[in-house]
Nanobody, 121 residues
Framework: QVQLVESGGGLVQPGGSLRLSCVVSRRALSSYDMAWFRQAPGKERAFVAAISQSEDTYYADSVKGRFTIARDYAKNTVYLQMDRLKPEDTAVYYC???????????????WGQGTQVTVSS
C-alpha cells in the first residue's frame, strides 16, 4: 500500500505563500494520479487541485491562478505551491493518490494525514 506524508503547512499572513509537499513511498509516483483536497472546520472535504500521470492539471475555481500543483519524479514528491493566500484558504490540506484523474474524494484510494494551513493576520 502506498504511503503519503504531507508537510509544509503553517501560519501565514494574507497575501503570503506556502509550498506543501507530499512524499510518496512504497510505490513509484508515476503509477498514480495525484490530488490535493482541503477541509475547513465544519465543512466537507473539498477538491483543490489534481495532476494526472500524463501531467494534465486541474484546479478548483477558488484557487485557479493562485495555486500550482507539480510532480518531482526524482524525489517521488507532489507539491502544491500556494500564492496570494486568503483567510478562506485556511484548512487542513490532504494529499491523495489514485487511479482516476478526478475531483471527487471517493476516486482516491490513499490519503496522507493532512497538514494545517492557517491564513491570518
Amino acid at each position: 500500500q502506498v504511503q503519503l506524508v504531507e508537510s509544509g503547512g503553517g501560519l501565514v499572513q494574507p497575501g503570503g505563500s506556502l509550498r506543501l509537499s507530499c512524499v510518496v513511498s512504497r510505490r513509484a509516483l508515476s503509477s498514480y494520479d495525484m490530488a490535493w483536497f482541503r477541509q475547513a472546520p465544519g465543512k466537507e472535504r473539498a477538491f483543490v487541485a489534481a495532476i494526472s500521470q500524463s501531467e494534465d492539471t486541474y484546479y478548483a475555481d477558488s484557487v485557479k491562478g493562485r495555486f500550482t500543483i507539480a510532480r518531482d519524479y526524482a524525489k517521488n514528491t507532489v507539491y502544491l505551491q500556494m500564492d496570494r493566500l486568503k483567510p478562506e484558504d485556511t484548512a487542513v490540506y490532504y494529499c491523495a493518490s489514485g487511479d482516476n484523474f478526478s475531483i471527487y474524494p471517493y476516486d482516491y484510494s490513499d490519503w496522507g494525514q493532512g497538514t494545517q494551513v492557517t491564513v491570518s493576520s
